[in-house]
């Protein structure tokens, strides 16, 4: 029976425990988002024991409804394929980007982090920290990106899990984990997958626009040239004969 309530759970925070990082350099912590500007997640894949109902989701949408300092208001909705609401469906989280919080509560990994961190820079409450800074395409979008690993290895467990921030607005674009455990006779291995499929945060590229043909003169076959030619020539000397002649002055 697929555990529909520890998917959103996933999604919006990390039940992974990492390694303490502290950062060599102080980082500021703003949000790069305004109210009403949205991410829409798809293209779930869920394989194996907790998260195989992941394949079930058809879309989660994380808009924004309030900014207040570091804190930032997510209304987040959602389906499944079947058309029925997940759960969490029409709810609000408060996460404090500074704080590392949500609603209050420290949270080590969640959707959205400060705005135009490094690589190198905390993650607060201090967890985790990014790993790369780099350039990744979305929605045909080149967009700088923040790039989070995080791996952990237990006598029972290894799991690899990455996210991959928007660096200008600091919202998750895609995260990726696989998790395997321990078992008789052969370990278990469980997958989800899950990234971007809308958003007005970052416009589509402007189409390049088809260029349009000079104008040409047209080409005539000297076939139909020729004749007018001589058509016109033999027009003038019949309208020199038909002219009179002109008076003399012994002539008025």
Do not use: C
């Not at 029976?1 to 350099?25: D, E, G, Q, R």
């Not at 994380?62 to 997940?86: A, M, R, Y």
């Not at 409450?125 to 791996?151: C, D, K």
């Amino acid at each position: 029976m697929p555990n529909y309530k520890l998917i959103v759970p996933i999604l919006l925070a990390s039940f992974l425990v990492s390694s303490l990082a502290v950062p060599i350099f102080a980082a500021t912590y703003n949000p790069g988002v305004t109210v009403s500007e949205y991410v829409k997640y798809g293209n779930f894949v869920g394989s194996g024991q907790s998260v195989e109902a992941f394949s079930d989701y058809d879309w989660l949408k994380l808009q924004i409804t309030n900014v207040s300092g570091s804190e930032i208001t997510l209304f987040s909705t959602g389906q499944f394929k079947n058309g029925t609401s997940i759960p969490g469906n029409g709810t609000h989280a408060v996460w404090d980007i500074s704080a590392g919080t949500q609603n209050g509560v420290p949270s080590t990994q969640g959707p959205i982090i400060a705005a135009n961190l490094n690589q190198g820079d905390s993650i607060p409450p201090n967890t985790y920290y990014i790993n790369q800074t780099n350039t990744a395409e979305f929605l045909g979008v080149s967009r700088s990106v923040n790039v989070l690993y995080v791996l952990v290895s237990t006598p029972d467990y290894n799991t690899s899990t990455s996210y991959v921030y928007d660096r200008a607005s600091g919202m998750l674009l895609e995260s990726t984990s696989q998790t395997i455990t321990q078992a008789q006779p052969t370990p278990v291995v469980s997958s989800y997958a899950y990234s971007i499929i809308e958003t007005n945060i970052f416009g589509s590229p402007i189409p390049t626009p088809t260029p349009t043909p000079s104008p040409t003169v047209p080409e005539f076959s000297p076939w139909i040239i020729l004749p007018l030619m001589v058509a016109a020539v033999v027009m003038s000397i019949y309208l020199l004969k038909k002219k009179p002649a002109a008076k003399t002055l012994s002539q008025k």
